[in-house]
T-cell receptor
C-alpha cells in the first residue's frame, strides 16, 4: 500500500534561518507531489507541485522553493525564514481515484 | 482558485444527520465533485467523490443535483469525532492540482 512520510512534525526556527522539510512516498512510482501551507485559522494554500523528477511548478511567488531530487522525494526549502512563513505545511501525493493523500504535516513556528 | 462556495460553519446534534451544502455553479461536464475533511492539526482526509450520480460509501453520501450546480454531503449519524472542516472541491479526473476553498466548519454537539 502507498504511504507518505513527512518530517519533522514540529519545528521552531529563528527568523533568517534556513529551512528544509522532506516528504517521501512509498508504494508508488512517478507520483504527482504537492506542498500546501495552512496559516493559523486559514484554508490550504497550494505552494508547489511536481509531476516528475526536477519538475517543479510554483503557485505562489514567495520566500520558499521546492525540489524533487528523486522520484518519491519532495523537499521544501527556504534560505532565510520570515515570520510570515509560520504555518502548517502539508505534503500530498495524487492517487489514481481518490485525489490526494496527505502526510501528517509539519507545524513550523518562526520566532 | 477555488470554484466552490460553502457556508462558513454549521452545527449538528450528535446522532443526527449532518447535511453540508456546496455550490459549484461553474462546474464543467468533465469535472468531479470531491469532498475532504480536516480534523484539527491533521492533514485532510478523503471522504467521497462523484460525477453526476449520487454516491454512498461507509463514511457518507453525496447527492449531486441534476444540473450539477450544487451538491450535498450527508453524514447520516454525526458523532463528536466528525467535528472538522469539510472541503468541497471540483476538479477533472485527470487533475494536476486541487484548490481548497475555506470549507465548512462542522460542529457536532452532544
Amino acid at each position: 500500500s502507498q504511504t507518505i512520510h513527512q518530517w519533522p512534525a514540529t519545528l521552531v526556527q529563528p527568523v533568517g534561518s534556513p529551512l528544509s522539510l522532506e516528504c517521501t512516498v512509498e508504494g508508488t512510482s512517478n507520483p504527482n507531489l504537492y506542498w500546501y501551507r495552512q496559516a493559523a485559522g486559514r484554508g490550504l494554500q497550494l505552494l508547489f507541485y511536481s509531476v516528475g523528477i526536477g519538475q517543479i511548478s510554483s503557485e505562489v511567488p514567495q520566500n520558499l522553493s521546492a525540489s524533487r531530487p528523486q522520484d518519491r522525494q519532495f523537499i521544501l526549502s527556504s534560505k532565510k525564514l520570515l515570520l510570515s512563513d509560520s504555518g502548517f505545511y502539508l505534503c500530498a501525493w495524487r492517487g489514481v481515484r481518490y485525489g490526494y493523500t496527505f502526510g501528517s504535516g509539519t507545524r513550523l513556528t518562526v520566532v | 482558485d477555488a470554484k466552490t462556495t460553502q457556508p462558513t460553519s454549521m452545527d449538528c446534534a450528535e446522532g443526527r444527520a449532518a447535511n453540508l451544502p456546496c455550490n459549484h455553479s461553474t462546474i464543467s461536464g468533465n469535472e468531479y465533485v470531491y469532498w475532504y475533511r480536516q480534523i484539527h492539526s491533521q492533514g485532510p482526509q478523503y471522504i467521497i467523490h462523484g460525477l453526476k450520480n449520487n454516491e454512498t460509501n461507509e463514511m457518507a453520501s453525496l447527492i449531486i443535483t441534476e444540473d450539477r450546480k450544487s451538491s450535498t454531503l450527508i453524514l447520516p449519524h454525526a458523532t463528536l469525532r466528525d467535528t472538522a472542516v469539510y472541503y468541497c472541491i471540483v476538479s477533472t479526473y485527470n487533475f494536476n492540482k486541487f484548490y481548497f476553498g475555506s470549507g465548512t466548519k462542522l460542529n457536532v454537539k452532544p
